[in-house]
Each structure stands twice: as structure tokens, then as C-alpha cells.
């Protein structure tokens, strides 16, 4: 069953900016600000990475070196929606990037959710 729906990947060129989306299922009654919701993403031939992750009451957020101050993750409770704001992308941010949700943080980025996104791709070149 499908819980988390994430969008809004695509080609950019390198500095541009993308702001990807996770939005929990009405239909599964899926609500996100019952969870912890971080993002993870995967290139080609490498591991998964755990670039952020936010408290389910959104008073916390942790980034990946890699990432820290371009990412912002942030929440919409009214939309039962997740976002992740991606500013001065690098052609080595290529990857999908997953949305995912759990019971916490585990005190920074992580790889290990409960629930997974089906992913989305994100092209940084020119």
C-alpha cells in the first residue's frame, strides 16, 4: 500500500534550485506530522545516504555534511506535506531521492525508516 507519495524531481542545471515534495496518503489515513520524516537519497553504484531528517514536531533538524546549507527541510501540516528545498545544486546531488518516515531521527540522518517514498529523480547538469 502506498503511504508516501513523493514528486517534484527533474533536470536542472548546476546552482539551480528544486523543491521536491512528500505528502502522505489521505486514502491510508497516512498523517506526517505523526512521524518523524527525513530524505535519502541514491546515486548510480552507491549506497543510500541520509542527507535530513525532521522531528515528528518539526522542533529538529539535522542535515548531512553534503548537503548543510543548501537543503532546508521543512513541514506543511496542513497539507500533510513534507518539503525539501534544494538550492545551488551540484552535479554530485544527482540521485533519487526518497522521502521516508519513522518514529524519530535517531538524533541525525539515518538510512533506516519504517516507511519509504517510491523516489524521485533528480538530474543536476548542463
Known amino acids: 500500500q502506498t503511504l508516501l507519495v513523493d514528486s517534484g524531481g527533474g533536470l536542472v542545471q548546476p546552482g539551480g534550485s528544486l523543491r521536491l515534495s512528500c505528502t502522505g496518503s489521505?486514502?491510508?489515513?497516512?498523517?506526517?506530522?505523526?512521524?518523524?520524516i527525513g530524505w535519502v537519497r541514491q546515486a548510480p553504484g552507491k549506497e543510500r545516504e541520509g542527507i535530513s531528517c525532521?522531528?515528528?514536531?518539526?522542533?529538529?533538524?539535522t542535515y548531512a555534511d553534503s548537503v548543510k546549507g543548501r537543503f532546508t527541510i521543512s513541514r506543511d501540516n496542513a497539507k500533510n506535506t513534507v518539503y525539501l528545498q534544494m538550492n545551488n545544486l551540484k552535479p554530485e546531488d544527482t540521485a533519487v531521492y526518497y522521502c521516508?518516515?519513522?518514529?524519530?531521527?535517531?538524533?541525525?540522518?539515518?538510512?533506516?525508516?519504517?516507511?519509504w517514498g517510491q523516489g524521485t529523480q533528480v538530474t543536476v547538469s548542463s
Open positions: 489521505t486514502d491510508s489515513g497516512f498523517t506526517l506530522e505523526l512521524y518523524a
Open positions: 525532521m522531528t515528528d514536531r518539526g522542533d529538529s533538524t
Open positions: 521516508a518516515a519513522d518514529w524519530g531521527c535517531d538524533y541525525g540522518v539515518k538510512t533506516d525508516y519504517k516507511y
